[in-house]
């Protein structure tokens, strides 16, 4: 069973607030993940990381900021969070390389609503 | 530009049958494809997973296969229990720098199994 943590789960906040999703994982992971995915739709990449010290943007445009201090810490950051914000916001981690790289191990996921 | 395409948004099972899950693929790069199960609020689960060498897998109850020249890939369950019920995403790798495998999604698949 994969330990990783997600907090809060639900949140809902008005505009313009700051807001941080936390995220931590025990299994001693090196890359973590953020993916952010609206109802019925896919898992898009947001941010990932592949080790302490080091962040990188993914795919999806995000105006959310990421940092990784701490292995197994990869919190995200919203400065003002809009409406637009709405979504699930999911966090994921892998083992470094090899075969066993391309699992990522899912939290639970935060349901963010901005009013 | 979607890579990786999962064209049923629903399916729906009668419990004991085989359940067919089905997902294309645009990017030749990918080179390993992943198969997620996910439940209301709750992050996705890995599942069953393929090598773009191999063209079968399977685990159990879960089977995958792999036609790279159609450049599609299906999941087959049977039986099919009405815990199978959840949606199924399939995931598609394309290594990049550092290690750090991105996975592309597709929008996911609703599985349902009917008593």
């Known amino acids: 069973e994969a330990d990783i943590y997600q907090t809060p789960r639900y949140l809902v906040i008005g505009t313009g607030k700051k807001i941080t999703l936390e995220c931590s994982q025990t299994?001693?992971?090196?890359?973590m993940y953020w993916y952010q995915q609206d109802p019925g739709m896919e898992l898009h990449l947001i941010h990932y990381?592949?080790?302490?010290?080091?962040?990188e943007k993914g795919d999806l445009s995000s105006e959310s900021t990421v940092s990784r201090i701490r292995t197994e810490h990869f919190p995200l950051t919203l400065e003002s969070a809009r409406p637009s914000h709405t979504s699930q916001y999911l966090c994921?981690?892998?083992?470094?390389?090899?075969?066993?790289?391309?699992?990522?191990?899912f939290g639970p996921g935060t349901r963010l609503t901005v009013l | 530009d979607q890579q990786v395409k999962q064209n049923s948004p629903s399916l729906s099972v009668q419990e004991g049958r085989i359940s067919i899950l089905n997902c294309d693929y645009t990017?030749?790069?990918?080179?390993?494809f992943l198969w997620y199960k996910k439940y209301p609020a709750e992050g996705p689960t890995f599942l069953i997973s393929?090598?773009?060498?191999?063209d079968k897998n399977e685990d159990g109850r879960f089977t995958v296969f792999l036609n790279k020249s159609a450049k599609h890939l299906s999941l087959h369950i049977v039986p099919s229990q009405p815990g199978d019920s959840a949606v199924y995403f399939c995931?598609?790798?394309?290594?990049?720098?550092?290690?750090?495998?991105?996975?592309?999604f597709g929008q996911g698949t609703r599985l349902t199994i009917n008593p």
């Open positions: 994921a981690s892998s083992e470094q390389g090899g075969l066993a790289g391309y699992e990522q191990f």
């Open positions: 299994m001693g992971h090196d890359k």
């Open positions: 990381s592949y080790g302490v010290n080091s962040t």
């Open positions: 990017n030749s790069m990918f080179d390993y």
């Open positions: 393929i090598s773009s060498i191999k």
């Open positions: 995931a598609a790798s394309a290594s990049i720098i550092q290690g750090a495998q991105k996975l592309v």
